[in-house]
């Protein structure tokens, strides 16, 4: 299984990006998927993730702001990302599991920036 992100850069505070993460096989097949991130000398964090139930769990930091849809045609799921903050600065990472086994993608990096 892999999964391939994209659709990171840079923007202005204020404005908004899109990533996408592309996967190798139909994205219903995972228990969960979502996104973390990992901003400049620090953790990894979550910042989104969609259960098996289809509930949208998201960071408290990005409430409001970042949205999560699917297009099981595609086997993509996106993030929509409004209203970024320098603090959204980060390498982004798409996740999925399927129980047990886990799956990351690679990072895309998102720099917020004037």
């Known amino acids: 299984v892999q999964l391939q992100a994209s659709g990171g850069g840079l923007v202005q505070p204020g404005g908004s990006l899109r990533p996408s993460c592309a996967a190798s096989i139909r994205i219903d097949s995972f228990n969960n998927m979502g996104w973390y991130r990992q901003p400049p000398g620090r953790g990894r964090e979550l910042v989104a993730l969609t259960t098996s139930d289809g509930t949208t769990n998201f960071a408290d930091s990005v409430k409001g702001r970042f949205t999560v849809s699917g297009d099981d045609a595609k086997n993509t799921v996106y993030l929509q990302m409004n209203s970024l903050k320098p603090g959204d600065t980060a390498d982004y990472f798409c996740?999925?599991?399927?129980?047990?086994?886990?799956?990351w993608g690679q990072g895309t990096l998102v720099t917020v920036s004037s």
């Open positions: 996740y999925a599991d399927q129980g047990r086994r886990v799956y």
